[in-house]
Each structure stands twice: as C-alpha cells, then as structure tokens.
C-alpha cells in the first residue's frame, strides 16, 4: 500500500474511535436493542461491556495499521478493504436508523465521516486505468 493509503487507513480507525465515542456518549447501547445484547454478554452494566467491545474493535483497527499495513504485508489491501466495507455499512446504518426514526440517532453525527474517510480509503486503494495500463 501507498504512504497516502496507509495513512487514510490510520484516519479510518481514528474516525471510527471519534464514531465509538459519540456511539457511547449517546447511549447506543440502550437505543439499539443488538448493541445492548451484545454489550451485555461482554458485562453486566451495558455501558461497560459497550465500552470494552469498542476498545477492542479500536484496538484490532490500530493492530491492523500498525502490523500487516505499515509492514507492507501481502494481507494489508485486504484487511484495508474489510474496513472499508465494515465502515461504509456502519455510516449507511445510522443514516438509515436517523432517516427511520425521523430524528437523531446514536452515531448519526460521526457517520458521513466514516462514509468519507472509507470512499476515499476505497478511491485510493482501486487501481486507475493509467496504472492497469502499466501491467498490461
């Protein structure tokens, strides 16, 4: 992966921290049934168990930044792309979730964040025709 990519990619991951702080914040686990059962099988106070699920999702996001990404690892694209595909799914949800509740949801404010640092991760990772060219 390019420096430009392996850095977006960084960006992703602190977006997603900034997402897993207003998700928290503002109760998500107490608004969204799945989040609340989850977190409970992780604690019994669902904003422990929320907190701790999230670190540890932040945790593997920065494992896989500074591991297979920033060591150049064949699996980088792909653990890159798994994140992308997780994050654009995460902003479309809570757009979706505020649009059907007709107001604010939890995580609504920091998902066009997510969907922008993800499409760019995804721009910058989708090879043009310039650089197909070269390997034809």
């Given at each position: 992966?390019?420096?430009?990519?392996?850095?977006?990619?960084?960006?992703?991951?602190?977006?997603?921290?900034?997402?897993?702080?207003?998700?928290?914040?503002?109760?998500?686990?107490?608004?969204?049934?799945?989040?609340?059962?989850?977190?409970?099988?992780?604690?019994?106070?669902?904003?422990?168990?929320?907190?701790?699920?999230?670190?540890?999702?932040?945790?593997?996001?920065?494992?896989?930044?500074?591991?297979?990404?920033?060591?150049?690892w064949p699996s980088a694209r792909g653990?890159?792309?798994?994140?992308?595909?997780?994050?654009?799914?995460?902003?479309?949800?809570?757009?979706?979730?505020?649009?059907?509740?007709?107001?604010?949801?939890?995580?609504?404010?920091?998902?066009?964040?997510?969907?922008v640092v993800a499409a760019w991760l995804?721009?910058?990772?989708?090879?043009?025709?310039?650089?197909?060219?070269?390997?034809?």
């Open positions: 992966m390019k420096r430009s990519s392996r850095r977006v990619f960084l960006l992703l991951v602190l977006a997603q921290t900034a997402h897993s702080i207003e998700e928290y914040t503002t109760g998500l686990y107490e608004t969204l049934a799945f989040a609340g059962f989850v977190s409970g099988l992780v604690a019994d106070d669902l904003g422990v168990g929320f907190a701790i699920i999230n670190s540890a999702f932040i945790a593997f996001g920065l494992w896989c930044y500074f591991v297979p990404v920033r060591l150049g653990w890159a792309w798994l994140w992308i595909v997780v994050e654009l799914g995460n902003a479309i949800l809570h757009t979706g979730l505020a649009f059907s509740t007709g107001g604010y949801f939890p995580g609504v404010l920091t998902a066009p964040l997510l969907f995804a721009f910058l990772l989708n090879p043009s025709e310039r650089d197909l060219a070269l390997h034809r």
